[in-house]
């Protein structure tokens, strides 16, 4: 099998630090929200909103930004994005007031909708097919590095300079990025396109080929999320201290990190294939969500590894399926499709594991999600026996 050639390799590099910087941008900032912003956050409630804003503006413009990258291309989308997330960094730099928080972060939010679904298009462009699962691998193993970088990162930063130096580094960042995608990432006209009508969308996104990986991704994220919020939980109630319940949350990204590669590379040199990839990652997750309900250190480090290890195998396996499956004139409108089901699930997988928790307590609250993920998991199996005869 041939390798990339060198211009192709110079142009991914820009676009793996697209992810990193939406990842980053997300937990640097919210990790530190609580502790560190002074007067802007007044109540567990104020917080709550701050959290939420750029994840909500996430939910609503991924799709109308996927949407906007197969009309204009992709490139211009992600440069604007990138360049809009700088300016709002830059805004509270200037005004450092309670009320340029809230827009700064919702400003970050909606820029990262822009340039995050136009990257993952990019990506499924400038590659051809044979090489879905190692791009989409690359991208998520540096979008887990700002996931776990953010909150250590952020709070040295914090603790250097406050929160302004936070979001002055996230400026830098930002326009950075941008100029590093100007320079390297070659202009992909959009295709042309049939007309789509509302009915022609809703069947191409009610298809078995877009509602499996979507579904198997927002699962992966339910777990992730669940994972990093609640394993710390379940350790302190265990009585660990902090390093430990730390150290969990550490294990749970640095597997995920490093398993999505070596997933991509497993798919494109035909050793694995997506179904039976994102059928054994649900099974994964899910045992790992069965195993944080064991009780002290062993059930959370234990939890962490296999919730890592089966959300690492399903993410670079779902959207090179969306990208395998998707007509390219179309990959932006899928890409924010799809990243939209993984915001639900991101929000989703804390709100269930939270609420049956607050009745039965948290060992339920793991064991409801994991029952869930295991349904789906048996699902696609059954699919797959069927499709094949066995």
Known sequence: MSEPAPESRRAMWPLYAA????????????????????????????????????????????????????????????????VAFAAASAAYVAADSPGWLWAARLGQGAAASAFSPAASALLARLNPAAKHGRAFGSYGFYKSIGYTLGPLLGGLLVWA????????????????????????????????????????????????????????????????????????????????????????????AACAALVQPRAGRALDDGRLTTRSGLTTGLAITAAGLAAATLPGLIGVLSGAALIGVGTGLITPLGFAALAASTPPARLGQTMGAAELGRELGDAGGPLLVAAVASTAGLASGFAALAVLLAAGAALALTRSRATTGG
């Open 19 to 82: 992810g990193f910087t939406t990842a980053f941008g997300a937990h640097s900032i919210a990790a530190n929200l609580g502790a560190h912003a002074g007067d802007a956050v007044t109540s567990l409630l104020v917080l709550g909103g701050l959290l939420a804003l750029y994840d909500g503006a996430e939910i609503v413009l991924k799709p109308v930004f996927g949407s906007l990258a197969d009309r204009i291309g992709a490139r211009p989308v992600m440069l604007g994005g990138l």
């Open 161 to 252: 300079g406050g929160l302004r130096l936070v979001f002055a580094t996230l400026t830098v960042l930002g326009a950075a990025v941008a100029v590093w995608a100007l320079l390297a990432v070659p202009v992909v006209p959009p295709l042309p396109r049939s007309r789509q009508t509302v009915l022609d969308l809703a069947r191409r996104l009610a298809d078995p080929a877009f509602l499996g990986p979507t579904a198997a991704l927002a699962g992966a994220t339910a777990a992730l999320s669940v994972g990093v919020g609640f394993l710390p939980v379940a350790g302190r109630a265990a009585g660990l201290g902090p390093v430990a319940t730390g150290a969990a949350v550490s294990v749970l």
